[in-house]
């Protein structure tokens, strides 16, 4: 029963390329939550998704994220014209409709 | 504004004695409370979580405790042993019959050292 898988586990990226962060959730879950974590803080909320719905983007900025959780695939992280300020690592996790988030190992984002 | 606080960046403790970590925070709205284990280069793991009708809930070595009128809850290890050593997160969230109110808000954790 495989967890939260996410890839790539490091991710570099010049100023201005784009970055995708994949999550495949638990066999079974339905709702996928994405959170930021910058150095020696804690995971800040940014998007909570069911498949093909964005529930919650209300921590998401406004321009250059987009996320989605297709009816197949993964949930994707998208991010445009990366900037320094993007590096951090990037968790996923994953819940059933009732019961607590499982977390992936993350994606760390670094931008050169 | 953090919503989520916890004071002291790292503890240090002997093995066999107690670990205390404390996290307060501000928000009247949250009722369930959660704390996360994690180690380098992994994701945050479940520990134990409290509802805000309870003011302690036990498992194992780990107890959560809740003091709803001071905004304040705690985590006891003990005995506290070496593979403790990780940063721990005191998270929160509402409770709401929407999806919406699933999302965590997470403190900035604290680095506890168990030393043998």
């Known amino acids: 029963n495989a967890g939260v898988m996410q890839n790539p586990r490091h991710l570099v990226r010049r100023r201005g390329q784009e970055a995708r962060l994949r999550c495949s959730p638990v066999?079974?879950?339905?709702?996928v939550y994405w959170y930021r974590q910058l150095p020696e803080e804690g995971l800040k909320f940014m998007v909570y998704?069911?498949?093909?719905?964005?529930?919650?983007e209300s921590g998401m900025p406004k321009e250059r994220f987009s996320a989605e959780f297709p009816k197949e695939g993964p949930s994707i992280l998208r991010i445009q014209q990366v900037v320094r300020g993007d590096s951090a690592a990037y968790f996923c996790?994953?819940?059933?409709?009732?019961?607590?988030?499982?977390f992936g190992s993350g994606t760390r984002l670094t931008v050169v | 504004d953090q919503q989520v606080k916890q004071n002291s960046p790292s503890l240090s403790v002997q093995e066999g004695r107690i670990s205390i970590l404390n996290c307060d925070y501000t928000?009247?709205?949250?009722?369930?409370f959660l704390w996360y284990k994690k180690y380098p280069a992994e994701g945050p793991t479940f520990l134990i979580s409290?509802?805000?009708?309870?003011d302690k809930n036990e498992d194992g070595r780990f107890t959560v405790f809740l003091n709803k009128s001071a905004k304040h809850l705690s985590l006891h290890i003990v005995p506290s042993q070496p593979g403790d050593s990780a940063v721990y997160f005191c998270?929160?969230?509402?409770?709401?019959?929407?999806?919406?109110?699933?999302?965590?808000?997470f403190g900035s954790g604290t680095q506890l050292t168990v030393l043998p």
């Open positions: 409290i509802s805000s009708i309870k």
């Open positions: 998270a929160a969230r509402r409770i709401g019959s929407s999806g919406s109110a699933r999302q965590l808000t």
């Open positions: 996790a994953s819940s059933p409709v009732t019961g607590e988030n499982t």
């Open positions: 066999k079974g879950h339905s709702h």
């Open positions: 998704l069911q498949k093909e719905n964005i529930i919650d």
């Open positions: 928000n009247s709205m949250f009722d369930y």
